[in-house]
Nanobody, 123 residues
């Protein structure tokens, strides 16, 4: 079973950048689809970005496309989310998630979650 720990969140001004990291422990990390989701106060959890097990196929929410980049390093059991041109509406707890055998945006299909890291963008 894979376990996930996120880091890299913080407070940044609008227009700035942050790089989130998700460290995975456990076996067969390179067989899992990895995704980032986020949840702002009073709002539902929303999909952010997705990367398939080999790293060659990625998918982004329209709200972050061309600003965020998801990547993974299977040799290091790491997933990253580079966030550029941050906006106030990006403020949320960002969580990474893992799914074995599923590639898609449905959060209910991801059964392994990290604790989340807070991203706050001041306008």
């Amino acid at each position: 079973q894979v376990q996930l720990v996120e880091s890299g969140g913080g407070l940044v001004q609008a227009g700035g950048s942050l790089r989130l990291s998700c460290a995975a422990s456990g076996r067969a990390f390179n067989k899992y689809t990895m995704a980032w989701f986020r949840q702002a106060p009073g709002k539902e959890r929303e999909f952010v970005a997705l990367i398939e097990w080999g790293g060659g196929t990625k998918n982004y929410a329209d709200s972050v496309k061309d600003r965020f980049t998801v990547s993974r390093d299977n040799a290091r059991n790491m997933v990253y989310l580079q966030m550029n041109s941050l906006k106030a509406e990006d403020t949320a707890v960002h969580s990474c998630a893992a799914s074995y055998g599923y590639y898609g945006r449905d959060a209910t299909m991801f059964n392994i979650w990290g604790q989340g890291t807070q991203v706050t963008v001041s306008s």
